[in-house]
């Protein structure tokens, strides 16, 4: 690029911006795995084994 103009920083930003909450959706996703592993585990010391999987939900934005 030989003259980048200030659309081209926007749509930069932009994917700067989708690339640094990538990671902290995955960390959450990571955290929200391993607190529904403690739980089963929980829940099966206490008499109650869960045979259906877990659904975990996700979306690509925040939700309130």
């Known amino acids: 690029m030989h003259s980048p103009r200030h ?14 909450g990538t990671s ?5 996703m990571s955290t929200a ?3 529904i592993i403690w739980l089963r585990g929980l829940l099966a010391k206490l ?8 659904p975990l939900y996700a979306d690509n ?3 309130i």
């Open 61 to 63: 934005t925040s939700a």
């Open 24 to 28: 902290s959706e995955y960390r959450a």
């Open 33 to 35: 795995c391993s607190k």
């Open 7 to 20: 659309l081209h920083l926007v749509a930069a930003y932009r994917i700067i911006r989708y690339l640094k």
């Open 47 to 54: 008499g109650f084994p869960q045979i259906d999987p877990t």
